[in-house]
């Protein structure tokens, strides 16, 4: 018996002497690659590499051919005296080209990218981190496929499919970040989430109420956080990552480190962000059809107690448009065994004041319409309870429930040009949810379930006070003065069912009931003729589809698909002055409204070196929220904050529609030469009795198109991004597509160049530069109250330690 155990002993240790340790690297940022799998293809051994990127194999033959491969990078082989040769190091580059792709958000569990009719983006966490954007609104600019609107620098407001702000539903870590008070304008809630912690983005395009309810209907942006990690052994895991970034256009000053500890069973991640942007310098080229276009020539600050009008020195240097960003996480990960994991999250974000610069750049006269205009501190906060099981049982194979708590605290205080009274209104919005999602696979089957309520307290506060006597005196708010509350609850399930490797079928449903709750107390400022407003919508969702796999280079999908929006305290009872001498006021018949969309999509993969996305929707608007002309008390004008002002209200519009095209193209030159580009139009109308009006929010044309260089160590992007002309006749009357802030004939096309580049210094560092929009060049996003930045160059040291 002794002799057997020594014979064992001696064959193991025999074997661990003859065990080669490979080691997976990225080609350009020398990081280690986990969960690379090497599949020796005489033997069918395969293995995955550890968190260090490493894998122990045992010495084959020479001859033997391994394969390596990763989610998101090219596929290599190399045999056993190949790997021998590179001193047992892989350098693995990305590939862009893939219809394989895990993604999450579709269904709230994981499926292939292949499996799923609907337009998906994804943005990586390596990818993030390559673009290196001051704001996550910046960063959604850049995928190509997302228009972003700005009122000020601090802002940016997402555009899929010519819906925007409370049409398009913004998830974090699975918790709805749409609110009760989310406005149907332009939003700029975005820059509160960190974009330095996110682990990827994804984008679905389309109505997402099946599977997240109410305000999905241009589509979700769903951000996932990074996890904490692991060490996967009883040795501490210990990581910290950081980075300092400087941009000239505006003189930003970016700070940013996070910490990982990691054990066998717990880790903890934190994190913090600090970022101080001064006044953005737009580009000096200007279309020489407007030569004054953007320009700042005067701004306004108090001196000796008086309101000036001071001369700007450089007209392109948006003055009063700087503000500072902070932001903490802290992230909590018990995982007991393989099949439990705990996890807390806890996120914060502030700012500083933030000028509405638009509002800072509108005379009245021969003046400023404002002396000042800002946002102030913009909180959010949001703590979470996240739960993960893993059973065996049929119905209930994948278990997961989030218990989220948020406080978002917003106010808008402003005062007019030669004058004392300073207005202030605050809003705080507490928010609890839950959402408790199961899914299974049975055969050919995979089911999904789930149920989901939320519910919105909102409190409304408003004073005036004189800055000169320091008197304070009360102030209509922007929303009921009596409080708000909104509550819903909604089940839904979602069915994928692969009939044959080439054909999978998809379908949901979802029913969801909401109530709204809104008191008007104080009829002070205006005599609403109610005091109380209730609402109570139920709405049922459904889509079908399916994929087409001819091969595995194919796909062809086709979804019809139906979403819904049920009136938020912001549509039914907001005051509010959109533009000068226009002032929304409440409407308390407001009904929810409908999406019904159908589109079609195909990508085509041409010999592993040339992908081809393309696709087209139209969309069916019905009781579609819009702002429209109207009365209050009989009257369609009022006298309101001191002058004459016409009443507007939000309506339910009969009807509207919208279609559109999108196209992607990724293309291998060389191994290390790659090629993309994007392009994506949408056309918007209401339709009339006598003929069709522009539909708000509707963008102009707009893409991307760029070369990627990826060598050891090294990687550069050259890219360009345009825009078509929105031209006067194509703007809606509503107010909301800011013609104010156009030329006289709408806003000009535009083109810009960009070279962004990162090199590996060595292990732990890393070097990036980027030069954006090289030729200086002037230009405005459509909709935008600020002119985009001019000639911009990015600095940015990065540690991985």
């Not at 001051?134 to 899929?160: C, R």
């Amino acid at each position: 018996m002794k002799n057997k155990i020594f014979l064992l002993l001696f064959l193991l240790v025999s074997n661990m002497l003859k065990a080669q340790v490979i080691t997976i690297l990225d080609k350009t940022t020398y990081q280690p690659l986990p969960e690379v799998s090497i599949n020796n293809i005489r033997t069918n051994i395969s293995l995955k590499t550890n968190l260090k990127g490493e894998v122990y194999l045992l010495e084959n033959t020479p001859t033997d051919t391994l394969k390596i491969e990763a989610l998101g990078y090219q596929r290599v082989y190399f045999t056993f005296k190949q790997i021998k040769d590179l001193k047992f190091k892989v350098f693995l580059s990305e590939q862009r080209i893939s219809i394989n792709e895990i993604i999450v958000s579709a269904s709230k569990f994981e499926e292939k990218k292949s499996d799923v009719p609907q337009q998906i983006a994804v943005v990586k966490a390596k990818e993030i981190a390559f673009l290196n954007q001051s704001t996550t609104a910046d960063l959604l600019q850049q995928t190509g496929n997302i228009q972003v609107q700005k009122s000020q620098a601090g802002g940016g407001s997402p555009v899929i499919r010519g819906f925007e702000a409370n049409k398009v539903l913004m998830v974090i870590d699975g918790v709805r970040m749409n609110n009760a008070i989310y406005r149907g304008g332009h939003l700029q809630n975005v820059i509160t989430i960190d974009q330095s912690l996110l682990d990827k983005v994804e984008i679905v395009f389309g109505p997402g109420s099946v599977v997240y309810g109410s305000d999905a209907l241009g589509g979700v942006i769903h951000f996932y956080t990074k996890k904490p990690s692991l060490s996967g052994n009883e040795k501490m895991l210990f990581k910290v990552n950081a980075y300092s970034r400087f941009a000239t256009a505006a003189k930003e000053n970016t700070q940013h480190f996070n910490l990982n500890f990691g054990f066998k069973k717990v880790a903890f991640l934190s994190s913090f962000t600090y970022s101080n942007f001064g006044d953005l310098k737009q580009g000096a080229n200007r279309n020489s059809a407007y030569p004054d276009f953007g320009k700042r020539p005067f701004y306004q600050d108090r001196i000796n107690g008086k309101d000036t009008m001071i001369r700007n020195n450089d007209v392109d240097i948006q003055k009063l448009a700087g503000y500072q960003q902070y932001d903490f996480s802290q992230k909590i990960l018990f995982k007991p065994s393989l099949n439990v994991e705990h996890a807390l999250n806890f996120q914060y974000s502030t700012s500083s004041n933030i000028n509405r610069y638009d509002r800072l750049t509108e005379y009245a006269g021969a003046k400023f319409r404002f002396a000042e205009w800002y946002y102030g501190p913009q909180n959010r906060l949001l703590t979470a309870y996240h739960f993960n099981l893993k059973t065996n049982k049929k119905l209930v194979e994948d278990i997961r429930i989030t218990a989220s708590y948020q406080a978002i605290e917003e106010s808008r205080i402003s005062r007019r040009f030669a004058n004392n009274n300073l207005d202030a209104r605050t809003e705080n919005v507490n928010i609890l949810a839950l959402n408790a999602d199961a899914g299974s696979v049975i055969k050919n089957h995979e089911i999904r379930y789930g149920l989901e309520a939320n519910y919105n307290n909102v409190q409304s506060k408003a004073n005036r006070k004189n800055i000169s006597s320091g008197a304070i005196a009360n102030l209509d708010t922007r929303y009921p003065d009596g409080g708000s509350n909104m509550n819903s609850i909604a089940f839904y399930a979602t069915h994928s069912w692969e009939i044959s490797p080439k054909f999978i079928l998809s379908d949901g449903l979802r029913y969801s009931q909401i109530k709204l709750n809104a008191n008007f107390e104080d009829k002070t400022f205006f005599p609403f003729p109610y005091d109380k407003v209730k609402q109570q919508a139920g709405a049922l969702s459904g889509n079908i589809g399916f994929s087409y796999l001819p091969g595995a280079d194919w796909k062809i999908a086709y979804l019809v698909s139906s979403g819904f929006r049920a009136p938020n305290v912001d549509d039914l009872g907001k005051v509010f002055e959109s533009v000068a001498g226009n002032i929304i006021v409440p409407n308390p018949n407001l009904k929810p409204e409908y999406t019904y969309n159908n589109e079609f999509n195909v990508s085509k993969i041409i010999a592993d070196k040339v992908s081809i996305e393309a696709g087209a929707y139209y969309t069916w608007y019905r009781n579609a929220i819009t702002v429209q002309n109207s009365t209050f008390n009989g009257q369609s004008s009022i006298f309101y904050d001191g002058q004459i002002s016409k009443v507007s209200t939000s309506t339910n519009a009969n009807r509207a529609f919208i279609y559109g095209l999108h196209g992607q193209l990724n293309a291998k030159i060389s191994s290390s030469l790659s090629v993309n580009s994007t392009l994506n139009y949408t056309y918007g109308r209401i339709k009339g009795p006598a003929s069709n009006t522009p539909l708000d929010h509707i963008p102009p044309l707009f893409g991307q198109t760029g070369l990627q260089l990826q060598l050891k160590k090294f990687r550069a992007d050259f890219f360009a991004q345009y825009n078509g002309w929105k031209r006067l006749k194509n703007y809606s009357s509503s107010g909301e597509d800011n013609l104010q802030y156009a030329t006289i004939d709408g806003m000009p096309s535009w083109c810009v160049f960009n070279l962004r580049t990162a090199y590996q210094l060595n292990k732990k560092l890393q070097m990036q530069a980027a030069l954006e929009n090289i030729t200086d060049q002037n230009y405005r996003m459509f909709a935008s109250g600020i002119n985009s930045a001019g000639r911009n160059l990015v600095l940015t040291l990065r540690g991985s330690f």
